[in-house]
């Protein structure tokens, strides 16, 4: 292991961990937009769409900091 190896994979890791959080969020404003009261659907969709971005950021994330470990 390089030492650039012992500082990357610890972003990689939180990095990852950061996608499943961000996933989880994504998954409970889906379920919480899915059983929306009549009054809530537009405030709910507008939480889904967020959440839906910041899952989608990290996981570009994640993969930008992949594709730099991989390169000499």
Same mark, same amino acid.
């Given at each position: ?6 500082? +990357? ?42 959440? +839906? #971005? ?8 994640? #993969? ?9």
């Amino acid at each position: 292991m390089t030492p650039a190896d012992l500082f +990357t994979w610890r972003e990689e890791a939180d990095a990852a961990e950061a996608v499943a959080q961000a996933e989880a969020a994504r998954q409970a404003a889906e379920r919480a937009r899915r059983y929306a009261p009549h009054g809530e659907v537009g405030r709910r969709q507008q939480r889904l769409e967020e959440a +839906t #971005i910041a899952a989608l950021r990290a996981e570009l994330e994640l #993969i930008r900091l992949r594709r730099e470990g991989r390169q000499p």
